[in-house]
């Protein structure tokens, strides 16, 4: 159970790092480089997220398509 704590916690560490230093990354691009970059990567980056999901899970059907096993 303690090892399910600790990996439990590690796993959350990147998210917790991207949330701390994020804001200052932006405010850096807002203030210094043009007010519309932060938004600019983020719909890139959302954009990558999009494609990502339907190369790995474009053979997988959806769960109401899926027929049972009789």
């Known amino acids: 159970m303690k ?3 600790t990996v439990g ?3 959350n560490l990147p998210s917790q790092v991207a ?3 994020i804001p200052t ?3 850096y691009l807002f203030d210094h480089i043009a007010l519309s ?3 600019e990567i983020g719909a890139v980056l959302q954009g990558i997220n999009s494609l ?3 190369f790995f899970f ?3 059907p959806p769960p109401e398509e899926m027929r049972e096993k009789e």
């Open 37 to 39: 970059l932060p938004f």
């Open 19 to 21: 949330s701390a230093a």
């Open 3 to 5: 090892e399910r704590g």
């Open 9 to 11: 916690a590690l796993s």
């Open 52 to 54: 990502l999901f339907y």
């Open 58 to 60: 474009r053979q997988l």
């Open 25 to 27: 990354l932006a405010g």
